[in-house]
């Protein structure tokens, strides 16, 4: 296969950054799509020049570190899947490719195709946790948890933190990621203690680090890798209302 | 006030302020279908509705507070989504959002500029003073608001405004209904496509409803 690509190239964060054009050759269809990137740059290392930076880590499909968007959607036109996960049979010979890094306001580029995400990190260490004195160990069965419940928080755990709601919400928002996080915690009888708490905290700390707020595009849940849906974010917003009606945050 | 500083709490406002003027929308128009009764029909509503001042008086301020607050955290959310996205893509691809979804803010204000001109037409009557139900009184001695009402949606330009007005309050709604359900967190899987569905049917409604009077006038179905 033989592909044009226009790449976003940033040389750092306070620096303007451009889409160039790049010629992919020669590609298996059975490449990945960052194995078609890899043999990009060891052309570019080759002429001598800077290649393309961009994030990677397990190349598996669950650690949610490739933030890129293809073509205008972020992790690129397969349904829920990675960028590391996409092949590139999904795409036809002589296609041009546009490559851009996830765009939000707390999502600034660090470098090409790199942004950091640290910001969800910061959401998940105002409340994304569960606090308390347990004592010693309980016996394995001491807290029961319903089948039904069990499930639908493991959907929930499903979310990677892979950014792609942010870069596809018109509104940057992180609406998908927090309520995924609330709803995990939310459905477990562990996650009961301080939950008014920490729907109030984890909110804020979305707004404060500049995200959007939700306003029901759902773009979020087509383009999430791990079908996060979003009941999830009614399920946070009826938390909200309850930690409204709780005298007691803790 | 920590709802009004929170996004979730800020959407809820928006949320409860949207349905309680969505849900005057619905009584509006049933009260206004008794046009479909004759010149007594809607003669007699309206006396109805101006011979308790004091309700009409609680009623239109709890509406123009509500809908200033829907006006103004509605801005102020939209600013801030702006800000928080300040660049697009160079390819533009949307998978769910729509165009209601995607101009709110613009249909809303753009209802709210309805809004403004169908109460200074029809409740101050300000804009065609020659056809008032102030001045004209039927043969009960009420206010005559069948025959300024046709009068009124004879001009086409004035037809053409209110078809266009609720076309717009309909785009506005098609998101708005589900979106407000999403909002107070009454949504599950199951449920959700009927709640899509339901928001669908009922703006459909809403719109339809209040564009068969313009053209029912128009068409000469009332004279």
């Known amino acids: 296969m033989n592909l044009t690509l226009y790449v976003w190239r940033q040389k750092g964060p306070d620096k303007p950054g451009r889409l160039e054009e790049y010629e992919a050759k020669g590609i298996s269809p059975d490449m990945s799509f960052l194995e078609m990137l890899d043999v990009v740059n060891?052309?570019?290392?080759?002429?001598?020049?800077?290649?393309?930076?961009?994030?990677?880590?397990?190349?598996?499909?669950?650690?949610?570190?490739?933030?890129?968007?293809?073509?205008?959607?972020?992790?690129?036109?397969?349904?829920?899947?990675?960028?590391?996960?996409?092949?590139?049979?999904?795409?036809?010979?002589?296609?041009?490719?546009?490559?851009e890094p996830f765009h939000a306001k707390a999502f600034p580029v660090i470098k090409d195709l790199?942004?950091?995400?640290?910001?969800?990190?910061?959401?998940?260490?105002?409340?994304g946790f569960v606090s308390a004195h347990t004592g010693g160990a309980p016996d394995a069965n001491a807290v029961l948890v319903p089948k039904s419940y069990a499930n639908v928080a493991m959907d929930a755990a499903e979310c990677i933190g892979c950014g792609a709601c942010v870069a596809a919400c018109p509104n940057g928002s992180a609406m998908l990621f927090?309520?995924?996080k609330v709803a995990h915690l939310a459905n477990l009888p562990q996650g009961k203690v301080g939950a008014a708490r920490r729907v109030c905290m984890m909110t804020d700390a979305m707004m404060n680090e500049g995200f959007g707020n939700c306003s029901n595009h759902y773009e979020c849940q087509a383009v999430c890798p791990k079908g996060i849906r979003v009941q999830f974010i009614a399920k946070l917003n009826r938390e909200f209302m309850k930690s409204q009606t709780t005298t007691r945050r803790d | 006030?920590?709802?009004?500083?929170?996004?979730?709490?800020?959407?809820?406002?928006?949320?409860?302020?949207?349905?309680?003027?969505?849900?005057?929308?619905?009584?509006?128009?049933?009260?206004?279908?008794?046009?479909?009764d004759g010149p007594d029909g809607i003669n007699t509503y309206a006396a109805a509705l101006h011979h308790n001042s004091t309700f009409l008086l609680a009623v239109r301020l709890t509406l123009l507070g509500f809908c200033s607050l829907h006006v103004f955290f509605g801005t102020l959310?939209?600013?801030?989504?702006?800000?928080?996205?300040?660049?697009?893509y160079a390819v533009n691809k949307s998978l769910s959002a729509t165009f209601a979804s995607k101009n709110m803010i613009w249909t809303g204000l753009l209802v709210a500029v309805f809004i403004i001109y169908h109460l200074l037409h029809f409740t101050f009557q300000v804009t065609n003073p020659e056809i008032s139900?102030?001045?004209?009184?039927?043969?009960k001695g009420r206010h005559d608001v069948f025959t300024m009402i046709v009068l009124s949606f004879r001009h086409l330009f004035i037809a053409l405004a209110y078809v266009c007005g609720v076309g717009i309050l309909g785009l506005h709604l098609s998101h708005g209904i589900q979106s407000s359900i999403q909002t107070v967190g009454l949504n599950?899987?199951?449920?959700?496509?009927?709640?899509?569905?339901?928001?669908?049917?009922?703006?459909?409604?809403?719109?339809?409803?209040?564009?068969s009077f313009p053209i029912a006038i128009l068409t000469g179905i009332f004279k």
């Open chain 2, 188 to 211: 599950s899987r199951k449920i959700f496509p009927f709640i899509l569905k339901s928001g669908m049917i009922l703006w459909i409604i809403i719109f339809l409803g209040f564009s």
């Open chain 2, 133 to 139: 139900a102030f001045k004209h009184l039927d043969a």
């Open chain 1, 114 to 127: 790199i942004v950091d995400r640290s910001a969800l990190d910061r959401v998940m260490q105002a409340g």
């Open chain 2, 77 to 88: 959310l939209t600013l801030r989504n702006n800000a928080a996205k300040p660049q697009g």
């Open chain 1, 42 to 99: 060891e052309g570019l290392i080759k002429k001598g020049e800077e290649p393309i930076a961009f994030d990677h880590d397990c190349r598996e499909g669950i650690c949610g570190t490739c933030s890129q968007v293809i073509n205008g959607i972020p992790h690129g036109p397969q349904e829920k899947t990675t960028v590391c996960q996409l092949h590139m049979r999904h795409f036809r010979d002589g296609d041009a490719i546009y490559i």
């Open chain 2, 1 to 36: 006030m920590y709802l009004l500083k929170n996004s979730v709490g800020r959407k809820i406002i928006m949320s409860v302020t949207g349905f309680t003027m969505l849900t005057f929308v619905i009584v509006h128009l049933v009260g206004n279908a008794s046009i479909y």
């Open chain 1, 178 to 180: 927090t309520a995924a």
